[in-house]
């Protein structure tokens, strides 16, 4: 008989440690070898900060929202108040428009209300009313050539002519004694003008008199005082001119003295506008000083070139010592070199011997895929 084993409180416990376990393991694996998670992490109060500000952004938004649904809601009823006043206004035009209508545009007092006039047959007079003699319907009502109001027409012709004659005499006399008002301020406009005329001409005339004896006396004195200016310049010009003459016959230049042309500045300098030459002694002197000058270049010359022919051997000897130097020395670098290159090939040749000794000595134990496997399984 096949015996079953029945689990007990302990084993549920036990199973659930080992599947709670289980799970946090996972949950571990999944953390630890989430590389991104393991290189990067997570910026908590950077996500707390994104956290913050959505919030601050949606409650933000519910109270713009709350804001623009009051605006709304004012605006609304400002749009009703508005509309109530608008159409409160048009009812108040309106009727003011039927007032009008009623006192100043009634049909009775159009144009052409005798014509649309629905009572115009009972208001008719009867046939020939003016003439005194009524005649009935089937009368004759007129006649060719008839004039049944001739004489009143007449006597309004004859008023109307007598106003218009009335009226033109009227016209006429204003006229006439508008033209004499007028002819007369002309005449006294006239004789003011030729009287203001006169007397500007009288003045002019004397001014042009009084002005013309004061060119007059003017130039008088300018001609007195360019007279006098001309022989005072005349006087002087001649008197400059024999001080000239005077100066020049008895100045240094025409004398020749030597002694003006001595210098401030030195006693062996001279003024060169006023140097009139050197004299015997000093011509000597110079002489003299122009040979010591010439002997004392000509040994300055030699000194120079004896100078420059040492200069030139020892240079010849310096290079002569650089050559043998750079001679012994690439000999130096050539051994040096060679040298290098021996011990250079010694040690590739036990570099290789040590290669060779760990690649199939040290080095012989190669691992397999399996090796490698059997790392990061687990957490722990």
Same mark, same amino acid.
Do not use: H
């Given at each position: 008989?096949?015996?079953?084993?029945?689990?007990?409180?302990?084993?549920?416990?036990?199973?659930?440690?080992?599947?709670?376990?289980?799970?946090?393991?996972?949950?571990?694996?999944?953390?630890?070898?989430?590389?991104?998670?393991?290189?990067?992490?997570?910026?908590?109060?950077?996500?707390?900060?994104?956290?913050?500000?959505?919030?601050?952004?949606?409650?933000?938004?519910?109270?713009?929202?709350?804001?623009?649904?009051?605006?709304?809601?004012?605006?609304?009823?400002?749009?009703?108040?508005?509309?109530?006043?608008?159409?409160?206004?048009?009812?108040?035009?309106?009727?003011?428009?039927?007032?009008?209508?009623?006192?100043?545009?009634?049909?009775?007092?159009?144009?052409?209300?005798?014509?649309?006039?629905?009572?115009?047959?009972?208001?008719?007079?009867?046939?020939?009313?003016?003439?005194?003699?009524?005649?009935?319907?089937?009368?004759?009502?007129?006649?060719?050539?008839?004039?049944?109001?001739?004489?009143?027409?007449?006597?309004?012709?004859?008023?109307?002519?007598?106003?218009?004659? /009335?009226?033109?005499?009227? *016209?006429? =006399?204003?006229? !006439?004694?508008?033209? %004499?008002?007028? #002819?007369? $301020?002309?005449?006294? +406009?006239?004789?003011?003008?030729?009287?203001?005329?006169?007397?500007?001409?009288?003045?002019?005339?004397?001014?042009?008199?009084?002005?013309?004896?004061?060119?007059?006396?003017?130039? /008088?004195?300018?001609?007195? *005082?360019? =007279?006098?200016? !001309?022989?005072?310049? %005349?006087?002087? #010009?001649? $008197?400059?001119?024999? +001080?000239?003459?005077?100066?020049?016959?008895?100045?240094?230049?025409?004398?020749?003295?030597?002694?003006?042309?001595?210098?401030?500045?030195?006693?062996?300098?001279?003024?060169?506008?006023?140097?009139?030459?050197?004299?015997?002694?000093?011509?000597?002197?110079?002489?003299?000083?122009?040979?010591?000058?010439?002997?004392? +270049?000509?040994?300055?010359?030699?000194?120079?070139?004896?100078?420059?022919?040492?200069?030139?051997?020892?240079?010849?000897?310096?290079?002569?010592?650089?050559?043998?130097?750079?001679?012994?020395?690439?000999?130096?670098?050539?051994?040096?070199?060679?040298?290098?290159?021996?011990?250079?090939?010694?040690?590739?040749?036990?570099?290789?011997?040590?290669?060779?000794?760990?690649?199939?000595?040290?080095?012989?134990?190669?691992?397999?895929?399996?090796?490698?496997?059997?790392?990061?399984?687990?957490?722990?």
């Amino acid at each position: 008989m096949l015996k079953l084993q029945i689990a007990n409180a302990q084993d549920r416990k036990e199973a659930q440690n080992r599947e709670r376990r289980r799970q946090c393991e996972l949950e571990r694996r999944s953390r630890i070898f989430n590389a991104r998670n393991r290189k990067i992490g997570v910026d908590l109060p950077f996500l707390e900060r994104q956290v913050q500000e959505k919030r601050a952004e949606r409650e933000e938004q519910e109270r713009r929202n709350l804001a623009f649904a009051q605006q709304m809601i004012k605006d609304s009823n400002l749009a009703v108040v508005l509309e109530a006043r608008e159409k409160e206004e048009r009812r108040r035009i309106d009727v003011e428009i039927d007032e009008f209508r009623q006192k100043y545009q009634r049909k009775e007092d159009s144009r052409e209300f005798d014509l649309n006039n629905p009572e115009a047959l009972k208001m008719q007079l009867p046939p020939r009313a003016s003439d005194g003699e009524p005649v009935g319907l089937s009368s004759a009502q007129k006649f060719e050539g008839e004039d049944l109001a001739y004489e009143e027409r007449k006597k309004i012709m004859a008023a109307q002519k007598n106003a218009w004659l /009335e009226q033109q005499v009227q *016209e006429r =006399k204003s006229a !006439e004694e508008e033209r %004499k008002q007028a #002819e007369a $301020a002309y005449m006294m +406009a006239i004789k003011a003008r030729d009287a203001r005329a006169g007397d500007l001409d009288k003045l002019e005339r004397e001014c042009r008199y009084r002005l013309g004896q004061a060119n007059l006396r003017y130039n /008088e004195a300018l001609a007195a *005082e360019k =007279k006098q200016l !001309e022989q005072i310049m %005349k006087e002087q #010009e001649e $008197a400059d001119n024999a +001080a000239e003459m005077y100066n020049n016959l008895t100045s240094d230049m025409l004398t020749e003295n030597p002694d003006v042309a001595k210098s401030a500045l030195g006693k062996n300098r001279a003024i060169g506008f006023m140097y009139k030459g050197m004299n015997q002694e000093e011509l000597k002197k110079f002489y003299a000083a122009q040979k010591d000058q010439m002997a004392a +270049a000509k040994a300055k010359r030699e000194a120079e070139e004896k100078m420059e022919a040492e200069w030139q051997a020892l240079a010849k000897s310096i290079q002569r010592e650089v050559a043998r130097q750079d001679i012994e020395d690439q000999r130096k670098r050539r051994e040096i070199a060679r040298q290098l290159m021996e011990e250079n090939q010694l040690l590739a040749l036990q570099q290789k011997e040590r290669d060779k000794y760990f690649k199939e000595v040290v080095y012989n134990n190669t691992p397999t895929d399996d090796y490698y496997s059997q790392f990061n399984t687990t957490t722990r």
